[in-house]
């Protein structure tokens, strides 16, 4: 036990084969990333602009990859 009334667990992964050999291939990502503070800045809106900048970033861009952080606002219900 770890003194909180939870077990221990250990584990151990033992290698049985040869590793194989690494790739020496390379591959390139263009990231797009917004962490827009969602409710904070815009109240959570999609009629203020916000959609058409996010949109029009992206197009110019070209990312191969894109992630949004906090674009809606978040419950206050008590």
């Known amino acids: 036990m770890d003194g909180g009334g939870l077990p221990l667990v250990t584990t151990a992964a033992l290698q049985t084969a040869p590793a194989p ?9 263009k990231i797009w990333h917004w962490n827009m503070a969602g ?3 815009h109240l959570g809106s ?3 602009g916000i959609i058409q900048a996010i949109a029009g970033s992206i197009s110019y861009r070209k990312p191969d990859l894109v992630s949004i952080n906090e674009s809606a606002a978040t419950s206050t219900a008590p």
């Open 39 to 41: 409710h904070h800045s």
């Open 21 to 29: 050999a690494a790739s020496s291939a390379t591959a390139t990502y």
């Open 46 to 48: 999609t009629t203020n």
